[in-house]
């Protein structure tokens, strides 16, 4: 260890913090823009930026498999899904006139909470954790990979089912439409909605890179430290 | 400073291979195509058998105007074509051609998600692009460019998921390392899934409903004129070379080859792309447009089964082996 190292303390932070600072302020701004915009499509293109930011700061803090987890599930699939969504919608081009709505007072609340809530869990559930930082890097495929399925199977596969059940429900009531209207589904559609359960519980088979599984529990991983 | 001029040397290798490698496909695919319908193709740019043909192609459209319509969302018209061109660049840092360090631009511990999730970022180019446009076809086209997204995703990802589970790692180095013979039969299923889903998230044909030119007049890309939509159509160019860099790769044994790796190894891999890449502009000539009721059943009904099949296929022989 070089003497810069041993000696860089809160107020001379390094390079990595300033970058994850910076980035985290992006990342907040494009998602203020998000809620505020009123053009929808605006909206969901600024949620790209600040999901991308966030797998930005995942890769800062050396966790590069959920780093690509989080670009492949939401915004390979989730945000594709939302922009075909909003396609079939009239959203125009400009400002849509109803973009704003009369909960935002209480969505602000509910948010504000939210955010303290998971700043107060991870704040408690790491104050006085020590974590090694000379084994392999704790965010690698092979660690991430190891823990979940060693320490975490339970919380896994109970995961598993839940998405399970969340296919079942999707292909049920996708049917249930079908039976009450005669008309020909818009195939397209039909499969776009099961295709989100699909993608999850088809996982199920076991493959060790499982990856829509391995994004829900991020925080547990890091819990094993 | 060694190190960054390593980095340096490296990137440009990676761009100049991103500039050239998707105009020879390009060249090729005129030439192939040419020849299977009985033509001769572009013979007179540069000289000797048209070779120049598309860098003329790239200057007649350089000098084009490049109009945005008045209807148009213009900061995300104009910004499309970069969103869908430049996730290209970013895989082909990550796919080995040889053996080694000296082989791959960058070595990423989780190869296979990286490239798989930089790929689809691509797709919301083609998005942007359709519903900016303001025209009702760009907009039909985006709709189609992202439930053939949704549908071919999946398959994709099961498949790689299969190589990863037989290989015991995500790192595309690490893949072809671990590569034997017999894995060729063992993942063959696997690797027709991927490279038929890999196709079909480029557009190519048959799987070209989102940009039928005949039907929806190019789709996403209507409003585009000039260089932009030059950078859509390399951006098309350079998805067959991922896609076939990618499929050597994860299902062919990248640099393996009957006398072993030593030494040409890179050019095995060169070799078995180009061969994938031919395959792709043979079958743009052979085969009619899916219909897109068509697009979406093939995907859920056969290649999704097939490839769930396939990673249960390659979970019993891996534990059967072990």
Sequence with gaps: ?225 | MNDALDVALRLLVVFVVFLTFPLIVGQTEHKVMAHMQGRLGPMYAGGFHGWAQLVADGVKFVQKEDIVPAGADRRIFQLAPAVALLPYLLVLLAIPIGPGEGAVGQVVDAGIFFVLAVMGVGVLGSLMAGWASANKFSLLGGLRTAAQLLAYELPMLLTAASVAMAAGTVSLPGIVDAFEWWWLPWQITGAIVFFVAGLAELQRPPFDMPVADSEIIFGAYTEYTGLRFALFLLAEYAGIVVLCGLTTVLFLGGWHGPWGADGLGWVWTLLKAAVLAFLVIWLRVTYPRLREDQLQKLSWTLLVPLSLAQIALTGIVKVVIR
Excluded at chain 1, 154 to 164: D, G, I, K, R
Excluded at chain 1, 180 to 186: K, Y
Excluded at chain 1, 195 to 213: F, H, I, L, Q, Y
């Design chain 1, 1 to 225: 260890m070089t003497l810069a190292q041993a000696h860089h303390g809160f107020l001379s932070p390094t390079g990595v913090e300033i970058a994850f600072l910076l980035v985290g302020l992006v990342t907040f701004g494009a998602a203020l823009v998000t809620v505020t915009t009123k053009q929808l499509v605006h909206a969901a293109l600024w949620l790209v930026v600040a999901l991308g930011g966030l797998a930005v700061e995942y890769l800062l803090l050396t966790a590069e498999f959920i780093a690509w987890v989080q670009v492949l599930i939401y915004v390979g699939s989730v945000v594709v899904l939302l922009l075909f969504g909003l396609m079939l919608t009239k959203a125009p081009i400009g400002h849509s006139p109803d973009a704003d709505s009369g909960n935002r007072w209480a969505a602000l609340t509910v948010a504000v909470a939210a955010a303290a809530a998971l700043v107060w869990v991870v704040v408690d559930a790491f104050r006085a954790t020590w974590i090694d930082l000379d084994g392999p890097a704790a965010g690698s495929t092979e660690v991430t990979g190891a823990s979940l399925f060693q320490n975490w199977v339970l919380p896994f596969e109970a995961l598993s089912v839940l998405l399970l059940a969340a296919l079942v429900g999707a292909i049920v009531l996708s049917r249930r439409a079908k039976a009450e209207s005669s008309s020909p589904p818009v195939n397209s559609r039909a499969a776009t909605e099961s295709s989100r359960s699909v993608t999850e519980s088809s996982d199920n088979s076991g493959s060790p890179s499982s990856a829509s599984d391995a994004r829900k529990n991020p925080a547990e991983q890091e819990g094993t430290r």
